[in-house]
């Protein structure tokens, strides 16, 4: 139903149940948030969104009033500015202003606000905020004296991720945001998705970042520089820089990558087969041995950390192959230096991922053996774009290094293990060819279909009859438990931690949206159809590596390079 | 045992109801004078609530502690006609000779200290109550001499 209110003296259309804000942003007026998040329940806690009501004393926030037929409203009066730079000049009196060294500089909300509401001068004098800075985890870092309280990163751990890592503890003035008992990250029960980082307006959660580590290794006459990217990291920059289509987006990645100094450049595509044939493996073997099911997937290292803490007796239904972006670290240190004829040791090998948990995975001592780590670095896309800048790379303009061949025999595997979905897709086809003994041209769920947060499906193959599910987001995992606890028909169970799989990553850009992970999802869903190989069994180059480089049967016998295993975490959950 | 102590403590509140929550708190709070870090970890899973929201909910208020009590627990009065009657001045001398601060423990177990709001004895301020004992208008030298007694009791060089 719609009717008339009117804004700034002018009528303007809304509909029933729309809140103020919702109706001022789609007519075009821009009035600042900090604490409102798109499909969250309003809580109204930073008041920057407040309007002038007709009729009402106070000023009223947009963000939590739905629209009525007697309102009239005034965005931008006198009185709400003077409000909203009150409020700014408020929270930035006792923030520790060192904006210039800051993780944020640029693209802080806080900042931005601060300079569209023109604060000039230091009208209200507090107390600097001083607080240690929780450096413990290897993948997210909380400086409490940055936070403002808006409450984001609290909501979406607590009401999407089902984590609640941070809550509000203390109040009044000594009020912060801290894991149970102020433990830090590293021993909380964060799982590393990276949410709050993309959420938070200013630098209280940032990402660590590894650059000067890695650069030390530029330098080094001893060590190769290797870097691994996904395609889902080309799609995602295809996205976020613009390109058009009909540049070879893979050609534009690799060039930025050699100018940056890395000389051995390739894409996980390859490690993303050998995940699916260790996956294979490992279910054969349950099949075989009766149990335990369903098989988790453990190429989420959110999930993975997730089921160790507050479900250790699932342990074992965890997949035992290591993730795709750990195997590719396996394939460079193992494969690509013997065919270069190096050392495992003679390569540092950086890894992009939209992924901050993956900096966590890459730390766990299971991911190192005989002193050769899988991955020397992970770094997230969003620093990837850092790093693009630093070294002055003109993304549209540069030269691409037409010369090089790009095209490997990988399956489309390596384009669909970022997409909810994608990896159940692969992996059915890769045990159906190891069951039945012949490829299969239809596919078992479209990947295509991404917004459920949940897929139950039977799957038929020779002679079984597998029940698979598929978890597009951890919002949903309650909904799997609670499943696992009634059905016993359950052979197959993917989770992805992040919405949107990967697409919705904590390592993305800040800018990132619902819709530019659409978007960027379409191109790896296109590329994988126009690829030739369907299916990683078609990979002739993987029998050879098994078979020159690996020296195991494929799939590998729970090789110590190819499989990993699990640990119980006591942590507070 | 503790354990025990704990699950007899909270049968009596059913599982997954969060109102119960506070009366579970201070249940536990009266049983030793603290709430410890594992019992924290039992009620989570019993109430089925996070146990950073758990420790949010703990934090709001000023009853709830997190470390345990010293075998002399000091409560020293911050309320305005204590501290107007010089409060922070005995605060510095029972950190100085206690060794701790506000709401810490020394390594042995004797001394615990909690500075904290009015505790009601304005007409006697400046107040410090031992283990629920209140001494009023105490003076510097009276608190040294307590400490000192204290000391030698527990044959603690000073």
């Known amino acids: 139903m719609t009717f008339e209110i009117e804004i700034n003296n002018k009528p303007v259309k809304v509909k029933r149940g729309e809140t103020i804000l919702e ?8 009035v600042p948030t900090l604490c409102s998040m798109k499909d969250f329940v309003p809580t109204g806690m930073c008041r920057l969104c407040v309007v002038e009501l007709e009729g009402r004393d106070m000023l009223i926030p947009s963000c ?24 700014i000049e408020l929270l930035l009196a006792n923030h520790p202003d060192d904006c210039l060294y800051c993780e944020r500089n640029g693209n802080c909300e806080l900042q931005q606000h601060a300079e569209d509401m023109h604060v000039r001068e230091r009208r209200i004098v507090g107390g600097r905020n001083q607080t240690l800075v929780d450096k413990s985890s290897i993948a997210i870092i909380h400086e409490p004296s940055k936070c403002i309280l808006c409450g984001r990163c609290v909501r979406i751990c607590s009401e999407q991720m089902q984590i609640a890592t941070f809550s509000f503890t203390r109040r009044g003035i000594g009020t912060s945001v801290r894991p149970a008992l102020d433990k830090p990250i590293n021993s909380s029960n964060c799982i590393f998705c990276g949410q709050c980082v993309r959420l938070c307006p200013t630098a209280a959660l940032a990402d660590r970042v590894n650059f000067s580590e890695m650069q030390v290794y530029f330098h080094d ?28 987006i893979n050609a534009v990645i690799h060039s930025i990558l050699r100018k940056i100094g890395f000389e051995i450049v390739f894409d996980t595509s390859m490690a993303a087969d050998v995940m699916m044939v260790e996956m294979c493996g490992d279910f054969l073997n349950r099949i075989k041995q009766n149990g335990p099911f369903p098989m988790f997937t453990s190429s989420c290292p959110a999930w ?9 007796q699932f342990i074992k239904n965890l997949c035992t192959a290591k993730s795709f972006s750990q195997l590719a670290g396996v394939y460079a240190k193992h494969v690509i230096t013997r065919q270069k004829s190096l050392l495992p040791d003679d390569i540092y090998l950086v890894s992009i991922l939209p992924c901050t948990a993956a900096k966590f995975e890459a730390s766990r001592p299971q991911m190192t053996l005989m002193g050769i780590s899988d991955i020397d670095s992970v770094i997230t896309v969003r620093e990837f774009i850092r790093m693009i800048n630093m070294y002055g790379i003109d993304v549209h303009r540069i030269i691409t290094e037409i010369n090089e061949d790009f095209s490997t025999s990988a399956s489309v595997s390596g384009k669909l293990v970022n997409i909810s979905g994608g990896t159940t897709e692969m992996f059915l086809k890769t045990l159906s060819y190891f069951i039945t003994g012949q490829v299969t041209e239809k596919s078992f769920i479209s990947t295509r279909l991404v917004n459920k947060d ?8 020779g002679d079984n009859t597998f029940g698979v599910v598929v978890v597009n987001g951890m919002s949903s995992v309650p909904v799997l438990m609670q499943l696992l606890a009634e059905r016993q028909d359950i052979h197959f169970v993917e989770v992805m931690a992040c919405n949107n799989a990967c697409m919705g990553g904590g390592g993305l850009p800040l800018e990132w949206t619902v819709d530019t992970a659409k978007r960027s999802m379409k191109y790896l869903l296109d590329w994988a159809e126009t690829d030739k190989i369907k299916c990683p069994t078609q990979n002739v180059q993987l029998k050879e590596i098994y078979k020159n480089y690996l020296n195991v049967p494929m799939p590998s016998e729970f090789n110590e390079r190819l499989h990993t295993y699990f640990v119980k975490r006591d942590v507070f959950v | 045992m503790s354990e025990d102590k704990l699950e007899s403590l909270l049968q009596v509140y059913p599982s997954g109801r969060q ?31 996070p146990a950073s929201t758990i420790y949010g909910v703990a934090t709001f208020y000023n009853q709830f502690r997190f470390v345990p009590k010293g075998k002399y627990h ?19 001398e029972l950190e100085s000779m206690l060794g701790i601060k506000d709401g810490e423990i020394s390594d042995d177990g004797i001394f615990s200290l909690e500075v904290g709001g009015c505790l009601g004895g304005c ?18 030298s009276q608190l040294q001499k307590m400490v000192e007694n204290i000391k030698l009791e527990e044959s603690i060089s000073a």
């Open chain 1, 23 to 30: 109706v001022l942003n789609r007519i075009g007026i821009k």
């Open chain 1, 64 to 87: 939590s009033f739905k629209v009525e037929e007697w309102m009239k409203i005034k965005t931008h009066s006198p009185r709400v500015i003077l409000a909203r730079k009150t409020i």
């Open chain 1, 454 to 461: 949940i897929r139950e499906f039977k799957v038929q193959m």
């Open chain 2, 74 to 92: 000091f409560q020293l009065c911050y309320g305005t006609a204590c501290y107007l009657f010089g409060a922070s001045t005995l605060l510095q």
């Open chain 1, 304 to 312: 993975v950390k997730y089921v160790e803490q507050s479900h250790p």
């Open chain 2, 123 to 140: 007409a006697q301020a400046p107040v410090v109550a031992v283990n629920g004992e209140f001494y009023g208008n105490l003076s510097l």
């Open chain 2, 19 to 49: 109102e119960y929550l506070i009366p579970a708190l201070q249940d536990m709070q009266q049983q030793w004078g603290y709430i410890p870090e594992w019992a924290i970890k039992r009620l989570a899973a019993h109430l089925q609530i």
């Open chain 1, 221 to 248: 006459p001893h060590k190769k520089m290797a870097v691994t990217y996904s395609p889902a990291v080309a799609a995602i920059l295809a996205e976020h820089f613009n390109f058009k289509t009909s540049r070879n």
